[in-house]
């Protein structure tokens, strides 16, 4: 059962267009979310993250959208470079205290 | 200069054999994690500890035991190494449990023949 869940598991955009990456999640417990990104034989690194208290958390290009409502979360991604081709993972912390991967979205930015 | 360091870096091993993985993290963090990476599971978390002398079992901890002896070291050991534990393997650090940002190693990535 996988209980942070990723959509698309790939995707591909143009230089200069916006990626979105859709993350959902089941457990209404889960408090932090953090993205990761991994580059080609390189190690996952956090890129941003939100708590619920928020609804939105920009840091330049890279925007979160939370809704938790739905339990529902998007990284968007503005004017994407062919350098932000990497893998992404949404991820979510709970009151077990570990952190649960979702499976990722490989992004292709074509220049 | 890199906080979180694993060893080896590739490792072939024999299946029955006995196989050590090795992290160290300089960033003086209390948490420390074992991570496999499999094409199609993600990152599954197999031991993690939140101080020298403590292990815990995380979701996948079955052929996997696991040693914290300091702050500053925590390996992974599989006793006896099977072709499904093929994978790469990432050591994490973190200083606060699962909520803060967590710092990966390089990776080791073993090859169980």
């Known amino acids: 059962q996988q209980q942070v869940r990723q959509s698309p598991q790939s995707l591909t955009v143009w230089e200069g267009e916006t990626a979105i990456l859709n993350c959902s999640y089941e457990?209404?417990?889960?408090?932090?979310f953090p993205w990761y990104w991994q580059f080609p034989r390189e190690s996952p690194a956090l890129l941003i993250a939100?708590?619920?208290?928020?609804n939105k958390k920009e840091d330049g290009r890279f925007t979160i959208f939370f809704n938790k409502r739905e339990k529902k979360l998007s990284l968007h991604i503005t004017d994407s470079q062919p350098g932000d081709s990497a893998t992404y993972f949404c991820?979510?912390?709970?009151?077990?205290?570990?952190?649960?991967f979702g499976l990722g979205t490989t992004l292709q930015v074509q220049p | 200069e890199a906080a979180v360091t694993q060893s080896p870096r590739n490792k072939v091993a024999v299946t029955g054999g006995k196989v050590t993985l090795s992290c160290n993290q300089t960033?003086?963090?209390?948490?420390m994690y074992w991570y496999r990476q499999d094409t199609g599971h993600g990152l599954r978390l197999i031991h993690y500890?939140?101080?020298?002398?403590s292990t815990e079992k995380g979701d996948i901890p079955d052929g996997y035991k696991a040693s914290r002896p300091s702050q500053e070291n925590f390996s992974l050991i599989l006793e006896l190494a099977t072709p499904s534990q093929t994978s790469v393997y990432f050591c994490?650090?973190?200083?606060?449990w699962g909520g803060g940002e967590q710092y990966f190693g390089p990776g080791t990535r073993l090859t169980v023949l």
């Open positions: 994490a650090s973190g200083d606060d």
């Open positions: 457990d209404s417990t889960f408090d932090y």
């Open positions: 939100i708590r619920p208290v928020s």
């Open positions: 991820a979510a912390k709970g009151n077990t205290g570990k952190l649960i």
């Open positions: 960033n003086n963090h209390n948490n």
């Open positions: 500890s939140y101080g020298a002398g």
